[in-house]
C-alpha cells in the first residue's frame, strides 16, 4: 500500500492527491486509516497522544450539522473533536462495509 | 508508631480513578491546590495493616509530556517526590488508551501496581480481559476492580504494601522502540549519564533521553541550568532531526505512534471479545442525545427543567430558612442589648448574623442543590455531550465546547465556576471563558431578578433578562475573543459511555465545589455585612448617595437611594434587593426602574469573592480588568436600557 511508505507529506495538496481526505469527509459510520495530522507542533503531538497517529482506524461516530464537532472512535475509545481540529486530519477513506 | 506510607493514584482521566480515591480515604481528604500552581490536589490518609496510608490523587491525564500543567505537576510528583508506590489505575474498556499511559509510568521507572478497573464494564461490553496475562505482560502486579462497589479495593492495598515492602519482585516491562529509535535513545542516554549526572538524580537516564528526543519543552529547558546542557540539547535536536527525516513525521508523533504500538499490542493479547457487544440502552440513550437534531431541545429541556426545579425549591426552603432564622436572630438580639451598647448589637445583628443567614440561604436552598444536580448530569456522562453539542456555538466566541461546562457551573456560584475554568487548555482560553463567566446571573443574582422583575413585573420579562444576559455574553466574548491575541485551540475530548453516576462520587463533587463558595465566598460575605453595617451606623452612606446621585438619577433614572444597594451589591449580590427594600418600598419603582436596576445588578462585575477567586486564577491585573469592563458595561447598559424602556413603556 501506497501510504505505508510514509512520504514527507508537508501540505494539504500533497495530501489529497494521495487518496486520503480529511476526516471531515467522512459519512457516519465510515471507517479510514489516519495518514497523517497537519497542524501545530502541539496539536499533532497532542492528536497522537489521544490515540490518532498514522497507521490507526478511525470510525466517523456522527457529526454535527454546520461545521459542528465530529465524533470518532479510535483505539475502542470515543473521542469528541471540533471541526477545524478534524479538517487537519487526514484519512484513507474505507469502503463502508458490514463491520469488520 | 504507625508505618508511612505514600501512594499516589495516577491514569486517564474517566477511568474511576476518583472513584478509587473515595473508597480508600472516605471523607478523610484535603483537596487543596498544588503549590503555586493552579492544579487542584487531593489528598487523603488512611489507616491499613498497621499503616498509616496517605494517598494523593493525581490529575486525571492522558500522558506525561508538557501539553498541560497537570502533566508537569503528575510527572514531577512522581519522579521528584519519588511515592512508595504508584497505582496506575486503568479503565478495562479501553485498554489500549490506558495502556499508552501506563507504558509512560513504566519509563519513569517508580515502584507501581495496576488497578484494572470497571471490569464489569468491560465484561458488559463483552470483552474479558486476561489479569494474569497483563501483568505478565507489563511485569507489575494487576488487580481487577469495580471502584465503584469497592470490589478489589482490598487487595489493592494489600498488593500495593507488598511490592513497597519489595516481597515482591516486579520486573518492570522495559519499553523498546524501533531499532532506529532505540540506537539513537541508547546513545543519547550515554551521554545524558555522562554529561548531566546532576539532572540524572532526579530523572532515569533513559527517560530525559527519551523526553529530549520527544522535543520536551519543559525538560529541554531545564537543562539550561546545566553546564554542558547546551551540548546535549544540541546533540538531541540532531538525533530528532534525523528520526524526522526517516518517518516524516514530528518526533513526538513517532514516539507515540511506537507507544501505541506496543499498547496495541498488549491490549490485544490479553483482551478476548466474548459475545459481540449489542447495542445497550447506553447506547440508544447517547444516540439520541448528541443526535444533530433531537439533541438541542432534550438539552434545553435538561437545563430548563433543572432551573425551574432549583429556584421553586430552593425559594421555598430559602424562605423557611430565613424564617426560622429570623426568629433565632431575634432571641440573640434580645439577650445581646441588654449588656452591650445599642451599635455593637447593631454590629453583630445586622452585620454578623446577617451575613451568615444570608450565606447559608444561598447556600443550602440554591448552590447545593445546584451543584448536586450538576454532578450527577456529569458523572452520568451527560455533559461532556452538553459540550459536545455547544461546541460550534462555543468557538464563535473563540472556546470550544469544554467551556460550556464552567459556563452552567456560572448559574450556581461564579466562584466554583471561574475555578472550573481551568479545565480549558491554555491561559488565554482560561480568561476568556473567566470573563464569560462572571456574566452569568448567579443563584445570588437570580434571587435578585425573580425577586424584583419576576415578581412586581412578570416572570417573562425575568426570562427576557435572562435571554439578553445570554446574548450580552455571546457578544462580548465575540469581542473579547477578537481582542486578545492569540490562537484559539480546537475541541479535542473524551467522550465516556453513559453510565449510572455514583452517590459517593456526586457527593464529593459537589462538596468540592461549594467548598470555594463557603471558603471563598462566605467569609467575605460576612465580612462585606458587618463593613455594610458600620457604614450604615456612621452614616457614611449618606456621602454616598449624594455622590453617586448624577450617576443614579441622572443616568440610570434610578431613585438616588439605589446606589447604596448597587454599590454595596459588590459585597452581597443577593443582598440587593433587601437593602433596596429597606431603603423604600420595592412597589415605588416603575417597571423600567426595576428592569434597569436588575440589569445593572445582573452584569456588573459579581462580588468581591469572585474577584478574589479571578486574582488566584489569573492575577491581579487580569482580574481588576474583568472587574472594570463589567461594571463600565453595567452602567452603559443600564443608561441604554432606561432611555430605550422609557420610550416603549410608557
Known sequence: MRFRNRQNFTNRKELLNEEVAPLTNLCEGQKGIVIKALGGFGLVRRLAEMGLTPGVEVKLLRRCPFRGPLEVEVRGVALALGYGVASKVFVKPLRTESDG | ?650
Not at chain 2, 476568556?432 to 456574566?439: D, I, K, M, N, S
Open chain 2, 1 to 650: 508508631m504507625a508505618k508511612q506510607l505514600r501512594i499516589a493514584l495516577a491514569g486517564n482521566a474517566n477511568v474511576g480513578k476518583s472513584a478509587i480515591f473515595n473508597q480508600l480515604t472516605g471523607l478523610n481528604q484535603i483537596i487543596g491546590n498544588w503549590p503555586g500552581k493552579t492544579v487542584e490536589r487531593a489528598e487523603g490518609t488512611l489507616h491499613f495493616k498497621g499503616y498509616t496510608i496517605r494517598v494523593i490523587d493525581l490529575p486525571g491525564i492522558y500522558s506525561l509530556s508538557t501539553f498541560s500543567m497537570e502533566e508537569i505537576v503528575s510527572r514531577d510528583y512522581i519522579a521528584v517526590e519519588r511515592p512508595d508506590i504508584i497505582i496506575n489505575v486503568i479503565d478495562s474498556s479501553a485498554l489500549e488508551r490506558n495502556l499508552y499511559f501506563t507504558l509512560q509510568l513504566l519509563e519513569l521507572d517508580a515502584p507501581m501496581i495496576i488497578a484494572l478497573n470497571q471490569v464489569d464494564f468491560a465484561a458488559k461490553k463483552g470483552m474479558r480481559i486476561d489479569v494474569e496475562k497483563l501483568s505478565e505482560a507489563l511485569g507489575v502486579p494487576v488487580v481487577p476492580t469495580v471502584a465503584i462497589s469497592g470490589m478489589g479495593i482490598s487487595e489493592l492495598l494489600a498488593k500495593a504494601i507488598e511490592v513497597a515492602e519489595a516481597k515482591l519482585s516486579a520486573k518492570p516491562l522495559k519499553v523498546q522502540y524501533g531499532s532506529e529509535i532505540e540506537k539513537r535513545i541508547h546513545v543519547l542516554e550515554e551521554i545524558v549519564k555522562a554529561k548531566l549526572a546532576q539532572f540524572c538524580m532526579l530523572y532515569p537516564a533513559r527517560w530525559i533521553a527519551i523526553k529530549l528526543l520527544e522535543r520536551d519543552v519543559d525538560v529541554a529547558g531545564r537543562l539550561k541550568n546545566y553546564e554542558s546542557g547546551k551540548e546535549v540539547l544540541d546533540y538531541a535536536e540532531k538525533s530528532a532531526s534525523e528520526l524526522e527525516s526517516i518517518h516524516g513525521e514530528t518526533s513526538p508523533v513517532i514516539i507515540a505512534s511506537e507507544r501505541y504500538g506496543l499498547a496495541s499490542k498488549i491490549a490485544k493479547a490479553v483482551t478476548t471479545i466474548e459475545v459481540p457487544p449489542k447495542i445497550s440502552l447506553e447506547q440508544k440513550l447517547d444516540t439520541l442525545t448528541t443526535h444533530k437534531v433531537f439533541g438541542y431541545p432534550i438539552l434545553a429541556i435538561v437545563l430548563a427543567s433543572m432551573f425551574a426545579l432549583i429556584f421553586s425549591g430552593g425559594g421555598f426552603i430559602s424562605s423557611s430558612l430565613e424564617y426560622s432564622f429570623g426568629i433565632l436572630k431575634g432571641y440573640i438580639e434580645s439577650s445581646l442589648s441588654l449588656f452591650l451598647p445599642q451599635y455593637a448589637v447593631d454590629i453583630i445583628d445586622n452585620g454578623l448574623l446577617s451575613g451568615i443567614v444570608a450565606g447559608i440561604t444561598i447556600a443550602l436552598p440554591y448552590i447545593v442543590p445546584f451543584y448536586i444536580l450538576l454532578a450527577l448530569l456529569e458523572d452520568s456522562g451527560y455533559l461532556p455531550r452538553a459540550a459536545f453539542l455547544m461546541d460550534s456555538l462555543m468557538h464563535k466566541i473563540g472556546l470550544h465546547g469544554k467551556a460550556f461546562i464552567p459556563l452552567v457551573l456560572g448559574y450556581g456560584c461564579n466562584v466554583p465556576a471561574c475555578i472550573g475554568c481551568r479545565i480549558m487548555e491554555t491561559e488565554r482560553e482560561r480568561f476568556l471563558a473567566a470573563f464569560a463567566v462572571v456574566l452569568i446571573p448567579c443563584a445570588a443574582r437570580t434571587v435578585v431578578i425573580l425577586g424584583l422583575v419576576g415578581r412586581f413585573i412578570g416572570f417573562h420579562v425575568a426570562l427576557a433578562l435572562y435571554i439578553f444576559d445570554l446574548i450580552f455574553v455571546f457578544v462580548l466574548g465575540r469581542v473579547a475573543f477578537k481582542v486578545l491575541p492569540g490562537e484559539p485551540v480546537g475541541l479535542i475530548m473524551e467522550m465516556p459511555p453513559y453510565k449510572r453516576p455514583v452517590v459517593k462520587n456526586v457527593l464529593v463533587k459537589t462538596w468540592s465545589r461549594t467548598k470555594d463558595f463557603i471558603y471563598i465566598a462566605f467569609p467575605i460575605i460576612i465580612a462585606g455585612s458587618i463593613i455594610l453595617e458600620a457604614l450604615r451606623l456612621s452614616g457614611f452612606t449618606n456621602y454616598i448617595i449624594s455622590a453617586a446621585n448624577p450617576l443614579m438619577s441622572g443616568w440610570l433614572g434610578l431613585p438616588a437611594v439605589t446606589s447604596v444597594p448597587l454599590i454595596f451589591g459588590i459585597l452581597r449580590k443577593e443582598l440587593t434587593l433587601i437593602l433596596l427594600s429597606e431603603l423604600i418600598p420595592l412597589e415605588s419603582l416603575t417597571a423600567v426602574q426595576m428592569i434597569v436596576f436588575s440589569l445593572v445588578i445582573m452584569l456588573y462585575v459579581p462580588c468581591i469573592a469572585t474577584i478574589a477567586a479571578c486574582k488566584r486564577e489569573f492575577g491581579w491585573k487580569k482580574a481588576l480588568t474583568i472587574t472594570f469592563i463589567d461594571v463600565a458595561l453595567a452602567l452603559l447598559i443600564g443608561g441604554i436600557a432606561y432611555r430605550l424602556l422609557s420610550l416603549t413603556m410608557q
